[in-house]
């Protein structure tokens, strides 16, 4: 065995890219590179940037464990601050200088050993190890809506908002009702001229307070201790637990619990009887992703805000015609429409070395053994990648227990223990198996709703288990599981 350099090359400079690089620097790894499709850092916190955008974690979760922010001004952090977070994170630890942006991968070959990568610009790079960091929330769906491109006014959608825009006194349409949509009709409400949200399914809102830090609570979480205090992260960890606990089980206590705290915010939220119907859920709390809101109820009862629940016919020059003949005149259509959740590295063509491609593995549905690596595709590990944990909770954290993992993988190549790894296709298999059967029993597939948490064959394709789980399965990989023997003591 005789110990390699090894040539990393990240994919993505979101939250999980610059995570990698980090802590591969930390590793002593020296031959890096972080390649970036847009001209920042920042991922998901880059490309939204409209009104309300707020993160639904606690402020001081959504943070590396090894850089702490004392400076959060609220309980949830505003989006312009994570991002701030991050660009000053990315800088901090030099970054920036392994960063080349402006570049997206557009294909991956593994040849004799090594992966081919080209990018847009005509730039190719050789890679020993492939990180694919590119998210999961970053291809915009689009609605197909009849006479979209007949619309006089402004539209876009909510990933690509047109600040030129002006808001004040217009009549604004907002399109989805996820957590974006809330977010934007929040905000909204009181600077509108008139506001009208289309609903197509009702969602369960989750009461959460967004007060502010004061100048004193700031100042003191300048002090570890204090913010180790603050932050209490056996309590919080206990409440993912609980919440993930919800998920896989919807007698549990958390999950009556969780109902319980959606069903009274509606109840004592929305006064008019007639409203609260249409905003009464016809599926399981948890079922959906659960929207986090302070205001919600408030902003839809604004006397300028107007829920509809009408299903679209078609936008028309002049607004949005409903199903029951109604023009809704509006200067703004915003498509708070949400994502693609099945493009991970995709449209990227990835080639393994016996020819198959990541298109013919996917083409039942994305898939990946433990979320982070794929057989036939030896030596691309990939964070935040097909079937991991997603929720209201920290992908920071999330991402930082399957850094754990594969940070030894990369020791085994480093090391010169072996030259490829990648999970068998047998332990691909019963994963996938178990995967599956485990998803049917979740609120996800049995709380009677469509979610964006469902494939194209209504198998729920997150982590169908409880937190404690993934914590256990990321703390060390099982060496079987690739073929290869476990490291000597």
Known sequence: MQARELRVVVLGAGMAGILAGIRLQQAGYGNIAIYEKADRVGGTWRENTYPGLTCDVPSHHYTYSFERNPDWTRHLPPGPEVLAYFERTAEKFGLDQLIRFGEEATSAEFVDGRWELEFSTGRRDSADVVIAATGVLHHPRYPDIEGAGEFSGKLFHSARWDHSVPLEGKR???????????????????????????????????????????REERAAFHDPEVLAAAMNVEEYNAAVERYTEAIIDMDSPGAREMGAYCLANLEQGVTDPELREQLRPDHAPLCKRLVFSP???????????????QGIARIEPGGIRTDDGELHELDVIVYATGFRPDRFMRPMRITGPDGVDLESFWAERPKAYLAVSMPG???????????????????????????????????RLR????????????????????????????VWFRGGCVSWYLDD?????????????????????????????????
């Open 295 to 309: 205001d919600y109820y408030q902003a839809i009862q604004h006397p300028n805000a107007q829920l509809v629940t």
């Open 415 to 442: 090391d010169g223990h072996c030259e490829q790894l990648a999970p068998t296709r047998e332990a691909m298999d019963a994963f996938e198996t178990e995967r599956v059967a485990a998803a049917k029993q979740t």
């Open 377 to 411: 595709f030896p030596n691309l590990f990939m964070l935040n990648g097909p079937n991991g944990p997603v929720g209201n909770f920290s992908l920071i954290d999330i991402a930082e227990h399957q850094w754990v993992y594969i940070e030894q993988l990369l020791a």
């Open 172 to 214: 604004i349409g907002v399109i989805g009702n996820g957590s974006t949509g809330v977010q934007i009709v929040s905000a909204l409400a009181g600077k509108a001229g008139h506001l009208v949200h289309f609903q197509r399914t009702a969602q369960w809102i989750m009461p959460v307070e967004n007060g502010e830090f004061t």
């Open 457 to 489: 064959q209504g198998v729920p394709s997150s982590w169908p288990w409880n937190y404690s789980r993934f914590v256990k399965e990321m703390s060390q990989p099982d060496w079987a599981a690739f073929g290869v023997d476990a490291p000597g003591p």
